[in-house]
Every structure is written in C-alpha cells, then in structure tokens.
C-alpha cells in the first residue's frame, strides 16, 4: 500500500514515474539523516561453512524498526560502489541517472527480458521503492567482500520470521555468495531452510541483487526486474515453501513480488505477457455491479506489510477515491479496504507460533487471526498500521510527524460483527496535518472489511464507500 499510495499522490499531482514515488531518497540522502550507526546488525552471523569463495552464513535477531527504514549502513566500500555507478551511469551515451524508471527504459528489449521489464514498468507487476536497511546490510557484505564493479558477485538472502515468546517478530537469515556472478542453491542453504518452514517458520522473504556490468555490450545496468529464471526459481519456492516475498535489488532501488506477481510475470516456457495500456486497470476491474467506484485506483498488496510487520499474513484489496490526494476534494482521504488473513491449518503448526517448554502449553500465537475480533484486538491492529504507515511515508518524505500519538479507537455495534472506529492520525502524504478518520468494519470470521473518511457519518461519501467494500472480494 506505501508505495502505490505514493504513486496515486504523484498520479494526482501530475507528476512521478509510474513505478516509484516521485519522493523516494537515494540512499546518499538517507545517510545524511541518520545517524552513522543506526543501521547495524543487531547480532553477529553464525558461518555455516566458507570455502572455495562461498561463503553461507546465518543470522537470528527480532526485527527492529530501523532495519525497515531507509537508514544505511556505515560501509565505506558500499558508499564508494554507488558513487562510482553513479558516475558511470552519467558517462553513458546517453547519461543515465539511478532512476528506476530510465533503466528499466533502458533494458527494455535487451537480453531478453522485455516482458518481464515491461511488466514492471507498467505497474502491472511488483513495486518499487527505495532500499532499506537489512538490504544495504546484506549488500555492504559484498562490496566489503569484492570489488562490485570490477567483479559483480551475487547474494542470495533467504528471510524467515516468526514470533517470539515475547510477541516480537523474530527473523532467521540465511545468506549465500559467491566470487562470480550467480548462485546455486546449496543443501548448507536450503536443508535447514526447508527444515525450518516444515516447523512452522514462515518463508517471508527471498531476496537476491541485479549487478551493473559496465564492461559488456550493451551496458547491463542493475535492472530492477526479474529475468524468467528468477520467476522460475521464485514460483518453486512459492508452491512449495510458501514464499510471501521477493526482493530484487541494485544497491539503489528494490522491486518488491507478491506471489500473486509470479503469476503475471513470465518464465521460460511461459507464453508472452498480454500487453496493455493501463497499468492500474491490468490489477483490477470492477465488475458490473461496481460501477459506481470504476474510477476509484485499486490496490492489492501482501499481509504483513513492510511498515507494519506484526499484522497477521494474508492479503488485503484497497479501492482509493479519486480525491483521495487532494486536501479540497470531498473525497479526499476516503478508501475502502478488505483484509483477508491467512487461517490457521488444523494440521499444521501457525506460522509464528514458538515450540513449549518443557511442561507448559502452547501460546495461542499473536499474529493469527482470532476467532473472534474484539474491539480490543481492532484497536491494537489499527494502531500498529497506521503508525508504520505513517511513520514510514514522514521518513521517506523527512517529515517530523509524532506517531507515537497515533491512537485508534473502536466500539462494537451491537452483537454482530459490525464495529465503529476513529483513528487519531496524521496525513503524511499531502497536508502533513493531523486527520481525524472515521471508520465502518465489518467483522467475517477472518475477513475484516472497511471503509474510512474523515467526512462526519452523513455525508454521500458513505453510501458510496459501502458500494465500495461490498465490491471487495473476501478470499486470499
């Protein structure tokens, strides 16, 4: 949802590249406002094996809020690696920036992946956004390891994570490179990684670098974009381990895959992508009954988000009014959205859940859907999104906002599932001013639909944001 939402405001304001938002900083302006060491690693890695310059390492840590952030790291050979593709870049005939959009401009009908470029380009496949944290950490490995330009080596980063016994969520990396561009999945790697899903871990995120070869022709320039072998490989691990996740990243920019997306992109023996025009429209088309909301912008995106980590796994589906962006409009900051979380297999453990001690019972494990939601639980949830959501989006546009007083607050109606909410907020995105937004949800076991305005309860832009929910499909 961040980065489509920053695109809808760019779309809105006539400006910004389809695939990233107009505001997002080179990680250069992000160390600038950091400190210098505000992205490190919390715990030193444990070294599976090294030899013959592959090296496999693995680390295991609760996620901390700056490793989502656009904070670096302070790595000296990473630093010299962007300048010095910055500077390259610039010397192209013709220059090129580090705009995502211009490479993929770039690469468009080169090596052989156009469908997949142009799918990317298009919006018709996966996000954009700037690099973070963990990613720079996982990257600055290698510059550290080899000279990036001279000798483009890849990383592959296998992401696990569950739930503590503190509630917290808990990560497992597993990290594998090499001296030459290009990997095989070794069993160092993937016999303890298949081992840790089948006890429940959750496959959150695979995560893999595009180089930038300067002494080929034509120029590979760090595509951000999968080829059809990496589709491939990605739709094998998400059938068969669950994979919620793919990054692909240049040392600048990340595009980021939902499974959904493998579906869309091709692999070899796939047949060609369809073509289209519309970008948004190839995501979604309201039905004939939904006609009403036709020129509202859809959204579908991957449970738990990047800023808000401790929601449950699932899907959720948004439609944004038009006016969404524009502080004047009568619709603005008005959306609907339905959040269809995973169930928990009756014959397999939850996927954040922790093993027992000795003696106790299980914990009902914190991030599954609960049978029944109580206000409480909505609270909590609301809470939590809101204050990533805006956390994240003041970070990227270096907004001072205090989300800590970001505060929901919801009361049943009656015995059903029906409840009332008001969210405490602030608007990152356009006026930066606190917003007051009123919420209708509607409880189904574990589906939570919902419509949200600022407008009073009377207003037209109720009727119209109800047409929008019932026009939410509540399947994963």
């Not at 700037?130 to 996982?138: K, N």
């Not at 483009?152 to 992401?159: H, S, Y």
């Not at 796994?313 to 979380?341: C, T």
């Not at 609960?370 to 909590?380: G, I, N």
Request: charged fraction near 20%.
């Amino acid at each position: 949802m961040l980065q489509r939402l920053f695109l809808f405001a760019a779309i809105a304001a006539g400006g910004a590249p389809a695939c990233l938002p107009a505001t997002a900083p080179a990680p250069a302006e992000a160390e600038a406002s950091e400190p210098a060491d505000a992205c490190r690693w919390p715990e030193a890695s444990t070294v599976l094996s090294e030899r013959d310059g592959v090296l496999h390492q693995v680390w295991e840590f609760d996620l901390a809020p700056v490793l989502t952030s656009t904070a670096q790291p302070n790595s000296e050979p990473l630093r010299r690696f962007r300048v010095e593709v910055a500077d390259r870049l610039a010397a192209l005939n013709p220059p090129l920036g580090l705009d995502p959009a211009a490479l993929l401009a770039y690469e468009a009908d080169s090596h052989g992946e156009g469908d997949n470029v142009a799918a990317v380009a298009s919006g018709r496949a996966g996000r954009i956004r700037s690099i973070t944290c963990l990613e720079s950490l996982l990257l600055a490995i290698q510059a550290e390891r080899k000279p990036m330009i001279e000798q483009p080596t890849e990383l592959a980063a296998f992401i696990l994570r569950r739930r503590s016994e503190g509630g917290h969520v808990h990560l497992r990396i597993y990290y594998s490179t090499a001296d030459q561009p290009g990997l095989k999945m070794s069993p160092a790697i993937m016999d303890p990684l298949e081992a840790d899903v089948a006890q429940g871990w959750t496959f959150w995120v695979m995560l893999h670098n595009h180089n930038f070869f300067f002494d080929q022709e034509p120029v590979q320039v760090g595509v951000p974009a999968p080829s059809k072998t990496d589709v491939e490989l990605l739709r094998v691990f998400r059938d068969q381990l669950g994979l919620r996740q793919a990054w692909i990243t240049n040392g600048f920019h990340t595009l980021v895959l939902s499974p959904d997306d493998l579906s869309i992109l091709r692999a070899h023996g796939d047949p060609p992508a369809p073509a289209t025009t519309d970008p948004v429209q190839a995501q979604a088309t309201p039905g004939p009954e939904c006609k009403a909301i036709a020129d509202w912008r859809p959204e579908v995106i991957e449970l738990p988000p990047e800023f808000a980590p401790s929601l449950p796994p699932g899907r959720e589906e948004l439609r944004f009014a038009p006016g969404m962006f524009d502080a004047d409009a009568a619709d603005y900051f008005s959306y609907a959205f339905v959040l269809a979380f995973d169930a928990p297999s009756p014959s397999a453990p939850a996927p954040d859940e922790t093993d027992p001690a000795p003696g106790e019972q299980p914990a009902e494990p914190p991030a599954q859907p609960p049978a029944t939601w109580s206000a409480t639980r909505v609270e909590t949830l609301l809470d939590d999104y809101y204050r990533g959501l805006v956390a994240a989006v003041a970070t990227e546009r270096k907004l001072d906002l205090p989300v800590d007083q970001i505060k929901a607050t919801v009361v049943r109606e009656g015995e059903g599932g029906r409840l009332r909410a008001t969210v405490a907020m602030y608007d990152p995105f356009v006026t930066g001013a606190p917003l007051r937004l009123h919420m209708i949800l509607e409880v189904e076991g574990e589906c939570v639909r919902a419509a949200a305005s600022p407008q009073p309860p009377e207003h037209p832009i109720w009727q119209t944001l109800a047409q929008a929910t019932a026009c939410l499909p509540c399947t994963r």
